[in-house]
């Protein structure tokens, strides 16, 4: 697993993303020492989107709140990181909540209500 994680940190370094951004513990992003910035993630996906494959990418992402975005949870954890046309614009976002009281669907209704400004 070391080997992975090493080979997954200089990756995404020669990208030029600031190894500061993300920790990257396991590979998987289950291990609560998994850290990663919602800058980062969208820059992730921006930089994504200029590549010959970005097309086959996107039309695999879901759609969740009539957008194509991806979604994360675990342990009190929400996220969305996806894109989002506005106006003729391909807009990229990502947003994160940790450690929300309530439930799960309560913290997702706010934060679809938030994504909606995209629309």
Known sequence: AADGVGVLKAFWEQKGIDKRSMNIFDG??????????????????????????????????????????????????QAYAGFQTHEGRQ?????????????GSAIREKMFRLLNELK
Do not use: H
């Open 28 to 77: 998987s992003g289950l291990s609560p020492e998994d850290r990663i910035t919602t800058s980062t993630m969208a820059r992730i996906l921006q930089s994504a989107s200029s590549q010959p494959w970005f097309g086959d990418f996107y039309e695999s992402l879901p759609v969740y709140n009539d957008m194509k975005m991806k979604s994360g949870s675990i342990n009190s954890v």
């Open 91 to 103: 807009l990229c976002f990502a947003i994160m909540v940790n450690n929300y009281s309530g439930t």
